[in-house]
C-alpha cells in the first residue's frame, strides 16, 4: 500500500487503491479519485467504491446494516429482487444524499454486486480474513477514534454542534486469542497511534462500523479478483 494521502475526499479512494495494489492490480490513486463518484459536503459512499471496483473486472459482495437505505425483510435476496425494492423506495426518499445512495446500489445490484445483511460479529471477519481478502469499510470515525464531532463545513472539532463523520479503513487481520483487529488508514494521523497501521479491540470496531450508519456506510466491502 502506497502511503496515505489522508483528505477528506480520498479516504475511500486511498483504500480502494491500497486493495487494488494488494491484488496486483496497479491504478493511479489520482485515476481513481477522479474516477470515483463523490457526496455533496465532499467524500464517497461505500459502494461508489464498490461500484468501481466492479467495472474493473472484480467480484464485489457488499455486508451491510444501513437500515436508511435497506429494510431488513428484503433479505436473503437476489440482486434482482434488492434492485426492484430499491428503485420502489426510491420516490419516497427526498433527501438528495439519501437518493444518490440508492441510485447507486441499484447500479451495484445491475452490475453483478451481491449485498447480504448478516450479523456482525468475529465469524464474519475470520471468514474472509483468514483466506487473506482485506476487508474495506465504511464506518463512523468519530466512535473508532473517540473524537470530537466537527463542524461539516470546516471539520474543526465542535463537540456541541458538530456531526459525527465517516471514514473508511481497511481491515487486514484478526487476533482471535487476543480479540483485537488490525487496520491499515489512510490517514496517517489519527488520533490513535497517529500511525497508519495499527490495532483496535473487535468491540469498538463493530460498534464504529455500525455507527457509520450516521454517514450513509455501515458496511464492509470484501473485493475480490474474479481469476
Known amino acids: 500500500m502506497l502511503p496515505p494521502q489522508p483528505t477528506d475526499t480520498s479516504c475511500g479512494p486511498t483504500c480502494l487503491h491500497g486493495l487494488y495494489h494488494f491484488y496486483g492490480h496497479d491504478l493511479p490513486l489520482a485515476q ?26 472484480f467480484a464485489v459482495r457488499l455486508l451491510t446494516w444501513n437500515l436508511r437505505v435497506f429494510d431488513p425483510t428484503w433479505f436473503p ?38 449485498i447480504s445483511m448478516e450479523v456482525l460479529n468475529a465469524a464474519l471477519l475470520r471468514r474472509y480474513l483468514r483466506q487473506n481478502h482485506p476487508i474495506l ?16 463545513a ?36 489519527n488520533p490513535i497511534t497517529n500511525q497508519s497501521r495499527y ?15 450516521l454517514t450513509y456506510d455501515a458496511n464492509l466491502l470484501i473485493i475480490i479478483p474474479k481469476s
Open 154 to 189: 470546516t471539520h474543526a472539532d465542535d463537540d456541541l454542534g458538530g456531526e459525527a463523520e465517516g471514514h473508511f479503513v481497511l481491515l487486514t487481520g484478526y487476533d482471535r486469542q487476543a480479540r483485537i483487529v488490525h487496520i491499515a488508514d489512510p490517514y496517517a494521523e
Open 77 to 114: 435476496g437476489t440482486p434482482a429482487d434488492l434492485a426492484a425494492k430499491l428503485k420502489a423506495s426510491l420516490p419516497l426518499r427526498k433527501t438528495p444524499k439519501l437518493r444518490q445512495a440508492i441510485r447507486a446500489y441499484i447500479r451495484f445490484c445491475e452490475w453483478g454486486g451481491e
Open 137 to 152: 469499510t465504511g464506518l463512523s470515525s468519530t466512535f473508532l477514534y473517540r473524537d470530537s464531532r466537527s463542524n461539516p
Open 32 to 57: 481513481i479519485i477522479k474516477e470515483i463518484e463523490s457526496v455533496p459536503g465532499g467524500g464517497t459512499f461505500g459502494v461508489l467504491l464498490g461500484n468501481h471496483a466492479l467495472s474493473r473486472g
Open 199 to 213: 490495532a483496535v479491540p473487535l468491540d469498538r470496531l463493530i460498534n464504529a462500523v455500525l455507527l457509520g450508519i
